[in-house]
């Protein structure tokens, strides 16, 4: 199954609709506000504009299974990655990536392995997946892993539709 099947809500309310991603490239990133990591949603937003007019969106999910690091409303989200980060980028519901509430859409990224071999559960906030036109994951990188890092710039290049 490719992600573009997956349904998800988006974080304003109805559906996401990731079937409008079909033949794009996607960076899908699990997205806390209350985190160490929380300033990649600049890097974020600096790769979906660098790369949106060659065919590329960065998707923010958020998650509040790591410390409750993500306890805020939809709205509250919205508010604070728009007024922070100034972030420009879809984002989905609140979902769950790991465990027995594990989301559809995490069902389907989980099984990519790493550079390091690691595959399965999310291990924390900003975990990355650069998802090919077909829905296909083909890249993971770790949380610690900046946005603008060699590796994932290079992945989402050769994810981009040709």
Not at 54 to 65: A, E, S, Y
Request: aromatic fraction near 8%; charged fraction near 20%.
């Amino acid at each position: 199954m490719s992600i573009h099947e997956v349904e998800i809500a988006s974080l304003t309310g109805g559906p996401a609709r990731l079937a409008q991603y079909e033949g794009k490239a996607v960076l899908v990133v699990n997205v806390a506000s209350r985190c160490g990591l929380t300033p990649q949603y600049a890097g974020l937003e600096k790769l979906h504009e660098r790369f949106a007019d060659r065919g590329f969106t960065v998707l923010g999910v958020p998650c509040n299974q790591f410390m409750g690091q993500e306890p805020g409303t939809s709205e509250e989200i919205a508010e604070f990655c728009s007024a922070t980060y100034g972030v420009t980028f879809p984002m989905t519901e609140k979902v769950e990536v790991n465990g027995e509430g594990r989301h559809a859409l995490y069902e389907e990224l989980t099984g990519t392995a790493d550079a390091e071999g690691h595959s399965g559960d999310i291990r924390w906030n900003f975990e990355k997946f650069v998802v090919d036109g077909q829905g296909n994951p083909v890249a993971r990188f770790a949380p610690q892993t900046e946005p603008d890092a060699p590796e994932v710039v290079a992945a989402i290049e050769g994810a981009l539709p040709r």
